[in-house]
């Protein structure tokens, strides 16, 4: 089993930044595909970015890149977010998860297929 607790989450003004955390207990995050998602009110889960289980690969939404950087921290088993240029569309309730698989240079964008999820921090960004 593996738990997920986020934290980092905020308000703040369009174009201010937040740095998220997904701090993992249970076994190491660094063997599983990690992924943050993201869901807005009315609408769709969405995934926003992912590290591969080596942590060599990342991929990124298109609304993100250049504003978002993930990255991980083995020392600390912890996923880090950290988003710069914040629009109010990226308001948020924001979720790491952990897929067991591990493949290198892949990571999965299908919510559906991840096997642990956190509870979620809520990201607000004001117009």
């Known amino acids: 089993q593996v738990q997920l607790v986020e934290s980092g989450g905020g308000l703040v003004q369009t174009g201010g930044s937040l740095s998220l955390s997904c701090a993992a207990s249970?076994?190491?995050?660094?063997?599983?595909?990690m992924g943050w998602f993201r869901q807005a009110p009315g609408k769709e889960r969405q995934f926003v970015a992912g590290?591969?289980?080596?942590?060599?690969?990342?991929y990124y939404v298109d609304s993100v890149k250049g504003r978002f950087t993930i990255s991980g921290d083995n020392a600390k088993n912890t996923m880090n977010l950290q988003m710069n240029n914040l629009k109010p569309e990226d308001t948020a309730v924001y979720y790491c998860a952990a897929d067991r698989r591990c493949r290198s240079n892949y990571v999965e964008v299908r919510g559906g297929l991840y096997d642990y999820w956190g509870q979620g921090t809520q990201v607000t960004v004001s117009s």
């Open positions: 590290l591969s289980c080596s942590g060599g690969y990342t």
């Open positions: 249970g076994r190491t995050f660094s063997s599983f595909t």
